[in-house]
């Protein structure tokens, strides 16, 4: 049996197949490091753009702190916070003071209003004398739940209302906390454009409803 030579341009051909292989690597650590470039401009540009919003909110202050001393809390509740954002737009985030992380939380209600303690993040103190009320919702500052599993609370802090946006571990108890603080949406309110206010998808209307003082929910 006789074994066929290979020519001068087989011989050829292979060095370069076996030269491309080698050379593929450089071409690989190439799209390695420009993918891990555009992350880089990417994260980049997000954190320049939280930083301009913040700027642009300079003018809202600081929440309150939490109050000193123990209160015995009339509820009580833990899960995450979502967000903050303009009231009755889900997507107008607040990001000044620290209010723009996402974090756990644990609310408790008491006479001052509601305490929001979040490791990890700044806590703060939503007056009671500042509350209008709350309502179950789906998404706030981007983020969106199944129906009805956030509970937003609208507060006033500065000259601008606000919502803010949590979620229970247990979501049953949203109930009792929109009896306590008194039902309120803002897309029913006429002083911020009434009906056809821009809001979460599937946001829950609270027309016709009692709706009870914050100072009442809150003693």
Same mark, same amino acid.
């Not at 305490?115 to 789906?138: E, H, N, Q």
């Not at 606000?162 to 979501?171: Q, T, V, Y």
């Not at 108890?173 to 009434?194: K, M, R, V, Y």
């Given at each position: 049996?006789?074994?066929?030579?290979?020519?001068?341009?087989?011989?050829?051909?292979?060095?370069?197949?076996?030269?491309?292989?080698?050379?593929?690597?450089?071409?690989?650590?190439?799209?390695?490091?420009?993918?891990?470039?555009?992350?880089?401009?990417?994260?980049?540009?997000?954190?320049?753009?939280?930083?301009?919003?913040?700027?642009?909110?300079?003018?809202?202050?600081?929440?309150?702190?939490?109050?000193?001393?123990?209160?015995?809390?009339?509820?009580?509740?833990?899960?995450?916070?979502?967000?903050?954002?303009?009231?009755?737009?889900?997507?107008?985030?607040?990001?000044?003071?620290? *209010? /723009?992380?996402? $974090?756990?939380?644990?609310?408790? =209600?008491? @006479?001052?209003?509601?305490?929001?303690?979040? +490791? #990890?993040? !700044?806590?703060?103190?939503?007056?009671?004398?500042?509350?209008?009320?709350?309502?179950?919702?789906?998404?706030?500052?981007?983020?969106?739940?199944?129906?009805?599993?956030?509970?937003?609370?609208?507060?006033?802090?500065?000259?601008?209302?606000?919502?803010?946006?949590?979620?229970?571990?247990?979501?049953?108890?949203?109930?009792?906390?929109?009896?306590? *603080? /008194?039902?309120? $949406?803002?897309?029913?309110?006429? =002083?911020? @454009?009434?009906?056809?206010?821009?809001?979460? +998808? #599937?946001? !829950?209307?609270?027309?016709?409803?009692?709706?009870?003082?914050?100072?009442?929910?809150?003693?």
């Amino acid at each position: 049996m006789t074994i066929p030579r290979q020519t001068p341009a087989l011989l050829v051909t292979e060095a370069e197949r076996r030269s491309q292989e080698v050379t593929d690597w450089a071409a690989r650590i190439g799209w390695v490091i420009g993918l891990l470039l555009f992350v880089a401009l990417v994260y980049w540009l997000m954190r320049e753009g939280w930083k301009w919003r913040a700027t642009l909110q300079g003018d809202l202050p600081a929440p309150p702190p939490l109050p000193s001393g123990s209160r015995a809390p009339r509820l009580r509740m833990t899960g995450r916070y979502h967000g903050t954002t303009t009231a009755g737009r889900w997507l107008d985030r607040i990001v000044a003071h620290g *209010l /723009g992380v996402r $974090s756990r939380a644990e609310l408790s =209600l008491t @006479g001052a209003g509601v305490s929001v303690v979040r +490791p #990890g993040a !700044t806590d703060f103190l939503i007056p009671a004398g500042r509350i209008r009320g709350a309502r179950l919702d789906k998404g706030i500052a981007g983020k969106v739940l199944t129906e009805g599993g956030l509970l937003v609370i609208t507060w006033e802090h500065g000259d601008r209302l606000l919502d803010s946006g949590f979620r229970a571990d247990h979501p049953a108890e949203h109930a009792e906390w929109i009896e306590a *603080l /008194g039902a309120f $949406s803002p897309f029913d309110d006429p =002083l911020l @454009g009434g009906p056809g206010t821009t809001g979460a +998808p #599937g946001s !829950t209307s609270t027309s016709g409803t009692t709706r009870e003082t914050p100072q009442e929910g809150a003693r």
